[in-house]
């Protein structure tokens, strides 16, 4: 069956610090890979999206991600976290015959501390 | 301009109340969906409406009736709900539901329902 997985559930970083979240899925084609934001109470914001080409993609709020096939993982990371980033990411992944259906992870959650 | 807006941003109904949930987006999508989001859980497909007809309907309870009247609206139906239906109702759209580029969906602030 297909999955995506987050295993971190909760992480917590110092501001300034560096953040890599992870996303790992199961599927037998390349997928469409996506990662959103939200924030406490709020709709989802679309980070960044991986469809084909450069394995490496740029975000927006300076993030970025990397697809490796190899691996079935597609990461985020962002090299110095502010503390307006505190929020909950999910990893999403669809195909081009799923007709709009996005399989999302369970979410990360992240704490920034001053 | 990504905006996808949703009405109202609270709602609270009894058991027997009938109330609709309203989703727009002038964007020129031609795919809308409707997610369902628990608290601390990831958002759940219930619907998806591509170029205004239903394609994806996951199972929902018939107390859940989706209409799409036009290619820039998304009405959601609510009737006779239960407690476990309160969550947050989160209305989504995307240029087409297939291919490259098309595919990314954008998502409304979302309804907050309480069912009482």
């Known amino acids: 069956a297909q999955s995506v997985t987050q295993p971190d559930i909760h992480i917590t970083v110092s501001e300034g610090a560096s953040l890599e979240l992870r996303c790992n899925y199961s599927y037998g084609a390349t997928p469409y890979l996506f990662w959103y934001v939200q924030s406490p109470g709020q709709g989802l914001q679309l980070l960044l999206k991986y469809f084909s080409g450069d394995t490496l993609v740029q975000g927006i709020k300076g993030f970025e991600a990397e697809f490796k096939r190899s691996q079935s993982s597609f990461n985020l990371r962002k090299p110095s976290v502010h503390w307006s980033d505190a929020a909950e990411y999910f990893c999403?992944?669809?195909?081009?015959?799923?007709?709009?259906?996005?399989?999302f992870g369970q979410g990360t959650i992240l704490t920034v501390h001053p | 301009d990504t905006e996808v807006t949703q009405t109202p941003k609270h709602l609270v109904m009894g058991m027997t109340n009938k109330k609709s949930l309203k989703c727009e987006q002038h964007?020129?999508?031609?795919?809308m969906y409707w997610y369902k989001q628990k608290a601390k859980k990831p958002p759940e497909l219930m619907f998806v409406?591509?170029?205004?007809?239903?394609?994806i309907n996951e199972s929902v309870p018939s107390r859940f009736s989706p209409e799409c009247p036009n290619s820039s609206l998304l009405n959601l139906h609510l009737h006779a709900l239960q407690p476990e239906d309160s969550a947050l109702y989160l209305c989504?759209?995307?240029?087409?539901?297939?291919?490259?580029?098309?595919?990314?969906?954008?998502f409304g602030p979302g309804t907050r329902l309480t069912v009482t």
């Open positions: 964007m020129g999508h031609r795919a």
């Open positions: 989504a759209s995307s240029r087409r539901p297939e291919g490259t580029g098309d595919y990314e969906q954008y």
């Open positions: 999403a992944v669809g195909f081009s015959t799923s007709y709009g259906k996005l399989t």
């Open positions: 409406y591509s170029y205004e007809k239903l394609s």
